[in-house]
């Protein structure tokens, strides 16, 4: 039980450092830096939607990416693993709905192995 805080914290806390701010994104949704990228978070229901575009706010194709979006729900982190969609969109599922703007951080993983966070508050 321990474990899963001690991961969302370490995870929100690495997030941190590579957030600089958070803004509206053209998808409905919420942007917040992560390294060189942005990432745009958009919660529906189950679903969630996380688009990256470069620090140009241009489209990165997401094929390659890997991601988790560790989200917040009803006061416990949920973990939800996001896979390549179409464009530039990883989507996943989580267990339980939500709601539209969760809190949390999206961890992802380039091509090239880099790493890189967004904090979302």
Do not use: C, W
Request: hydrophobic share 40%; no cysteine; charged share 20%.
């Amino acid at each position: 039980m321990m474990l899963p805080r001690l991961t969302l914290a370490g995870a929100l806390l690495a997030a941190t450092a590579a957030y600089a701010h958070e803004t509206a994104g053209q998808h409905g949704g919420r942007v917040a830096d992560a390294g060189k990228f942005h990432v745009e978070l958009v919660a529906k229901g189950e679903t969630v939607n996380v688009f990256v575009s470069d620090e140009g706010q241009k489209p990165v194709p997401a094929a390659g990416f890997k991601g988790t979006a560790i989200l917040v729900v009803g006061g416990k982190p949920t973990r939800v693993p996001l896979e390549p969609a179409d464009g530039n969109r990883l989507t996943g599922k989580a267990a339980a709905a939500l709601g539209d703007s969760p809190k949390g951080a999206v961890q992802l993983t380039g091509p090239d192995g880099a790493t890189a966070s967004g904090k979302f508050n």
